[in-house]
């Protein structure tokens, strides 16, 4: 079966760095497009930023666009969210979805989900 399991989350200091990762299984990885979306307590899961399955394009939320990086692996079945000068409102459960023959920002475009992992920026 489909599985997308996320890794690299942790606590960070404001200004700090994380790379998350997104390893896929059960799927061709390269016709799906791949989105990054996270959830803070006691609020709606919001859209960060995707990338298309040529890997030539990718879209970004305006308050992550210049800190956020999405890059993929295809022969690794893996992507990627660089997370750099983060703030204490990136704190969230960050979550990687994939879309088959898609992305965007909406999360009916997506079929699949991770788990999610945690992302903790104090100040």
């Known amino acids: 079966q489909v599985q997308l399991v996320e890794s690299g989350g942790g606590l960070v200091q404001a200004g700090g760095s994380l790379r998350l990762s997104c390893a896929a299984s059960?799927?061709?990885?390269?016709?799906?497009?791949m989105g990054w979306f996270r959830q803070a307590p006691g609020k709606e899961r919001e859209y960060v930023g995707s990338?298309?399955?040529?890997?030539?394009?990718?879209d970004y939320t305006d308050s992550v666009k210049g800190r956020f990086t999405i890059s993929r692996d295809n022969a690794k079945n893996t992507v990627y969210l660089q997370m750099n000068s983060l703030r204490p409102e990136d704190t969230a459960v960050y979550y990687c979805?994939?879309?088959?023959?898609?992305?965007?920002?909406?999360?009916?475009?997506?079929?699949?989900w991770g788990q999610g992992t945690q992302v903790t920026v104090s100040s």
């Open positions: 059960g799927l061709t990885f390269s016709n799906y497009g």
């Open positions: 979805a994939a879309s088959r023959f898609s992305w965007g920002r909406s999360t009916t475009s997506y079929n699949y």
């Open positions: 990338i298309n399955w040529r890997r030539s394009n990718t």
